[in-house]
């Protein structure tokens, strides 16, 4: 079975600070997913990464892709608060098959 | 374009019982998947239907049941409650690839709150 390891598993980082989560999964995949969830609320897509060597930027946040290292990165970039929330990885293992593998997730908190 | 809807949104029961949960996905979207996110365990994926078929299945116990209809809504089905069921139940809607795109792309509701007493 696929596994999917992020961390850390929490991260409580100052407004205006730098930091990186990672996800690392157990079987080739050249699909990683990566979703935002505030408290009581659903799952919001922001980035899909598909190639070996992808990287997708929005705002302050930049995600990227290393398939030979089974490895993916989310770099946060001058943490303001609202980008407080739990971030998950996923990964799937076939094109059209909508099962995906969800990393623990990370919670970040924002620090005014 | 409305969005991935469930209901209810809140279900408290009691060990023993039986609950339905209701997905309805985005107009168009044949694919249905549930998924129960808990603390301990996370997100897990439970069964996936397209075009009332279950396609895939996960690692959860018969108790776990689903079924799509021919509009594409799907039900969950869970049988003889036990605390550990507490959860949020997630379901995501998909257009299942096509011919378009080269991933996955799944757009999530959210959430039935199952509560076992």
């Known amino acids: 079975e696929l596994k999917v390891e992020q961390n850390p598993l929490f991260l409580s980082m100052q407004e205006g600070k730098n930091y990186t989560i990672y996800c690392n999964y157990s079987t080739t995949s050249d699909r990683l997913y990566w979703y935002r969830q505030d408290p009581g609320k659903s799952l919001e897509s922001l980035f899909v990464?598909?190639?070996?060597?992808a990287v997708k930027q929005e705002g302050r946040l930049m995600a990227s892709l290393d398939t030979k290292a089974r490895l993916s990165t989310l770099h946060i970039t001058a943490a303001v608060h609202d980008l407080s929330a739990t971030y998950f990885c996923a990964v799937d293992m076939h094109w059209g098959d909508n099962q995906f593998y969800f990393g623990t997730g990370t919670s970040l908190t924002v620090i005014p | 374009k409305a969005g991935v809807t469930q209901t209810p949104r809140y279900l408290i029961k009691t060990r023993g019982q039986q609950v339905t949960l209701s997905c309805s996905p985005i107009?168009?979207?044949?694919?249905v998947s549930w998924y129960q996110q808990t603390p301990g365990q996370g997100l897990q994926f439970l069964f996936e239907?397209?075009?009332?078929?279950?396609?895939n299945k996960g690692n959860f116990p018969g108790r776990f049941s689903g079924r799509q209809f021919s509009n594409s809504r799907s039900e969950m089905n869970v049988s003889t409650l036990e605390l550990g069921d507490s959860a949020l139940y997630l379901c995501a809607s998909s257009s299942s690839g096509g011919a378009k795109l080269s991933y996955n792309e799944q757009f999530f509701g959210p959430g039935t709150r199952l509560t076992v007493l």
């Open positions: 990464l598909l190639s070996n060597g």
């Open positions: 107009s168009g979207h044949r694919s």
């Open positions: 239907y397209f075009s009332e078929t279950q396609r």
